[in-house]
């Protein structure tokens, strides 16, 4: 699904053209291990997943740990970065090769100007956004890393056999030998 598909679906009109639209849109393609966006630099894009896996990671004193993976008919970028204008904290980087559509932060805001159906898109899009990392927050204090992996798995489970290990158990908050533990109970 491109992103004018996407569009449309969300507010339910027209597929409108790339020629029509109130911003430039650039179709760009990442190889497995490119980065987006490094720690310290401002996020000036905004991207829309067609195909592949994203991560976002953050350092911590000992190590780097997963915030969040981003799949195809997302958006995904540093966000905090993005709208503040401000160098970020986190690395963002392609876990598999990616096909992403990007918008241009000025672009965005200069259109948001001139257009209610694109500010639409962009409040569903950020309510979307805050739920999501709501439920990722809610899901950390009150659940088992086994029932994460399990409602991980049923919500993408094309994507997980993509995800080496080991970024699955940082984005789990555990060792990978508990991830192997936790998959060999599963499937026994």
């Known amino acids: 699904m491109t992103f ?19 911003f430039p849109v650039k179709k760009v393609f990442f190889k497995k291990g490119a980065v987006f966006t490094d720690y310290g630099e401002v996020e000036d894009s905004l991207y829309f997943m067609n195909r592949g896996i994203a991560e ?45 559509e990007i918008i241009k932060h000025e672009d965005l805001a200069q259109a948001y100007e001139h257009s209610l159906d694109l500010n639409k898109f962009g409040r569903i899009m950020t309510e979307h956004g805050y739920i999501r990392k709501s439920n990722r927050e809610k899901a950390l204090l009150t659940k088992t890393a086994e029932e994460r992996y399990v409602e991980m798995f049923k919500g993408k489970p094309d994507y997980i056999s993509n995800i080496p290990v080991n970024k699955i158990a940082k984005y789990l908050g555990i060792h990978p030998e508990s991830l192997s533990r936790i998959r060999k109970k599963l499937n026994s």
Do not use: H
């Open 4 to 22: 004018l598909e996407f569009y449309s679906t969300v507010l339910n009109i027209p597929i409108p053209t790339y020629e029509d639209f109130f």
């Open 56 to 100: 976002i990671v953050i350092k911590s004193y000992m190590s780097e740990k997963v915030i969040d993976f981003f799949f195809e008919k997302e958006f995904f970028c540093c966000f905090t970065s993005f709208l503040n204008q401000k160098p970020g904290d986190v690395r963002v980087s392609a876990l598999m090769d990616c096909e992403v």
